[in-house]
């Protein structure tokens, strides 16, 4: 029997946020969110200058695929990020979400899978005697989609066109250069849900690019 239920009869109505991306010190990542009838968050995780935030990567394929129950979807419902060991512990009300009684984390779930797809990238590999040795690299060539990892994220969720899968990666690719590029007084900033999800490119605006 399923006892699950949906988000909407466990958490807050989910309101538009807006988020900001910026580089802390040692090229820490930090995230500030201003959102609709919640208080502002902000959270801190350790970051590489070769590597897009998890987070922002999240927040674009989330948004173009037009998911409502990913992470920022629950960032929108008055979800709150504790960074605990380096990883990211949600809370709700002071408690973990974990512990919400019967709740449906399946959404959340295949946004994961689906922005481990989308957002690998950035990656070199180099043989070493017989080692295959993979290191970050700012300059490693970035690979199209592969037939069955894009019909894999049409399965996860059924509609969004091949075309709209492809644009959402070329969209992260070219984050990822200005990611790299960002110097520590700038810092990139998204609208969730942006004006246009759901349409061709469907991803957050910065507002003004770097601001």
């Known amino acids: 029997m399923n006892t699950t239920k949906p988000m909407n009869d466990v958490l807050s109505p989910p309101t538009p946020c807006v988020a900001r991306f910026s580089r802390g010190p040692e090229n820490s990542e930090r995230i500030d969110v201003e959102r609709r009838g919640h208080a502002p ?8 200058r070769s590597r897009l935030p998890h987070d922002l990567c999240h927040l674009i394929v989330e948004d173009a695929l037009a998911i409502s129950d990913g992470f920022w979807g629950l960032v929108c419902r008055g979800v709150e990020v504790r960074i605990v060991d380096d990883h990211a512990e949600l809370l709700y009300e002071d408690s973990p979400l974990r512990d919400q009684p019967g709740i449906d984390f399946s959404e959340l779930q295949r946004c994961e899978e689906a922005v481990a797809i989308l957002g690998t990238f950035g990656l070199r590999t180099e043989q070493v005697g017989v080692l295959a040795v993979v290191t970050l690299a700012a300059d490693a060539p970035v690979p199209p989609l592969r037939p069955e990892e894009i019909e894999r994220i049409r399965t996860l969720f059924p509609g969004r066109s091949p075309e709209l899968i492809d644009a959402v990666r070329s969209r992260l690719v ?11 007084t700038d810092a990139l900033t ?10 061709p490119m469907g991803v957050g605006h910065e507002s003004g690019g770097l601001c």
Not at 190 to 199: I, K, L, Q, Y
Request: proline share 7%; net charge negative; aromatic share 14%.
């Open 174 to 184: 070219t984050l990822h250069r200005q990611w790299m590029t960002l110097s520590d």
């Open 190 to 199: 998204f609208d969730f849900p942006s004006e246009t999800t759901a349409a």
């Open 41 to 48: 968050s902000s959270w801190s995780l350790p970051g590489h």
